[in-house]
């Protein structure tokens, strides 16, 4: 059984990047721990105040996340979408705890070389977790998190997804799950309302026919974008569902000069 | 004899990644400064206080360059680690304030489009240096300067070194200077321990058994870590061991003044 700590800015990154692999890893019996960085107090659209989006949003991420079988979640409440502007050192020591108190096998968050990436908060979160990494194995990072029995950690398996995966990610079938991830991508009903409107918003401003939005209830939207987005039909293996990882450490052989 | 500025983060990136090529540019008579940015004071395992951490990071940075032939050493005095929420600005000050006390021909520093970066204090120092390069020679950015007698300069030669060189262009055999290059390392003894209990953590937690390191002296694992990374380096050039730096070149500075 390995521990597995998944940390993301916003309610539905886990779902739409790794909703099936940690559904799997799940079924598999290992522990998932999920790290939801912000409140998503700004992602809905026609719900008058934050405090409401923040509340809804909340809620329907439990749901999603029971789902996909995580076995704890851990919501941080940061504001999101301000990460250009955010206390940087602030983020990476509350990183450096959750480590150090969850002591993963395997860290996973999204990918500092991203391309494509318009998303601060997605940066600035790789960014905070890949130093958190090194960090929390150090004696002088935060020691007064000693004083409450922890203890340096280092995490071994560091992985990254990405907006746009390179080529040397890997390739992950999770077609016997993609029915399971689409439930829990569906859950997440506000913030799927507000991806929705925004990708009928983009279509009209480049004077496309929107007539599929117009026509179709959002969670068909939402399920045909998604099973379009993550089809491997195009690449060796031709699988109908996949998910992108990259392990700049597989094979590492730590040791291989000492022995 | 040409002016050569090289930045390091940390006391012992210069050391690591770029001794070899720093011998032999003393070697060929150029003066060389080096601007060590932080402090290190927390680049240690084992040492109780951050005080003394900078005292003895500095002595063994000092007695390391005083190997590879360094003309000249800034310490500026930094805190480590700490680079994600340091004032960029400022930063940058410091470095156009150095680029024109100095008036380096060629600079070398770590890459901004370097990859698999976890640390934060090489991408924004990167960044910030990136920038100074070219605002140094602005008349209007920080004309207070002036005042001290300084000029606008602008930087010819601009070099980068990276964790992962795979966008070198620049191969340096320093096959006969590698001996001198370990002996350099080993002076940063405080850092090397701390490298290598980094090494061995993380080793741990990816399930292997580390003791195979417990037969070697510090002094020793620097030599067989080192001398592997140097080998392979230099095997698809056909040297013994080598250092791999970029240069972006001038763009179309060269074509642009021939038509």
Same mark, same amino acid.
């Given at each position: 059984m390995k521990k597995i700590m998944i940390t993301f800015p916003h309610a539905d990154d886990v779902t739409i990047n790794l909703g099936g692999l940690v559904r799997q890893w799940s079924n598999a019996g290992h522990e998932v721990y999920l790290v939801r960085i912000t409140d998503d107090d700004a992602d809905c659209a026609g719900i008058p105040t934050r405090e409401e989006a923040i509340r809804i949003n909340r809620e329907e991420a439990e749901q999603a996340y029971s789902i996909i079988g995580a076995k704890k979640v851990i919501h941080l409440g940061y504001t999101s979408d301000t990460f250009g502007g955010i206390d940087f050192l602030g983020l990476r020591e509350k990183i450096i705890k959750l480590l150090r108190q969850i002591k993963p096998n395997t860290s996973i968050t999204f990918a500092m070389d991203g391309r494509e990436e318009e998303n601060m908060d997605h940066r600035i979160t790789a960014y905070a977790v890949a130093e958190a990494h090194w960090t929390a194995s150090f004696d002088l990072h935060h020691p007064e998190q000693f004083k409450g029995g922890l203890k340096p950690f280092c995490v071994g398996e560091r992985l990254y997804f990405a907006r746009v995966p390179e080529d040397n990610y890997g390739i992950f079938d999770v077609t016997d799950v993609m029915d399971t991830k689409i439930k829990a991508i569906l859950s997440h009903k506000t913030v799927m309302k507000n991806y929705a409107l925004q990708l009928k918003m983009r279509a009209q401003v480049l004077g496309l026919d929107t007539s599929f939005f117009n026509n179709n209830e959002q969670d068909v939207i939402i399920e045909k974008y998604m099973r379009k987005r993550f089809s491997g039909k195009d690449i060796p293996g031709s699988y109908e569902a996949i998910e992108r990882l990259h392990n700049p450490?597989?094979?590492?052989?730590?040791?291989k000069y000492f022995k | 004899m040409k002016k050569i500025m090289v930045i390091t983060p940390h006391a012992d990136d210069v050391t690591i990644s770029v001794g070899g090529a720093v011998i032999k540019w003393v070697e060929e008579d150029h003066e060389v400064t080096v601007v060590? @940015?932080?402090?290190?004071? /927390?680049?240690?395992?084992?040492?109780?206080t951050r005080e003394e951490a900078v005292a003895i990071n500095k002595a063994e940075a000092e007695e390391a360059y005083k190997v590879l032939g360094v003309s000249r050493t800034i310490h500026m005095g930094y805190v480590s680690d700490t680079f994600g929420g340091v004032d960029f600005l400022e930063l940058r000050e410091k470095f156009i304030w150095l680029i024109r006390e100095i008036k380096p021909d060629r600079t070398l520093c770590f890459d901004l489009d370097g990859r698999e970066e976890e640390n934060m204090d090489h991408r924004v120092i990167s960044y910030a240096m990136a920038e100074a390069l070219w605002t140094s020679s602005f008349d209007l950015h920080h004309p207070e300067h002036f005042k001290e007698g300084l000029e606008p300069f602008c930087v010819p030669e601009r070099l980068y070194y990276a964790r992962v060189s795979d966008k070198a262009n620049i191969v340096i055999d320093i096959s006969d200077v590698i001996d001198r290059k370990f002996k350099s390392i080993q002076c940063q003894k405080a850092v090397m321990k701390n490298i290598f209990a980094q090494i061995r953590m993380r080793a741990e937690a990816l399930g292997?058994? /580390?003791? @195979?390191?417990?037969?070697?002296?510090i002094d020793e694992m620097v030599d067989k870590l080192f001398r592997a990374a140097a080998a392979e380096a230099g095997k698809k050039f056909g040297l013994q061991y080598a250092e791999l730096l970029r240069d972006p070149g001038t763009g179309l500075l060269r074509d642009f003044i021939k038509v």
């Open positions: 450490s597989a094979g590492l052989d730590l040791l | 060590r @940015v932080t402090n290190d004071d /927390a680049d240690c395992i084992g040492i109780s292997e058994d /580390a003791s @195979v390191m417990d037969k070697y002296s």
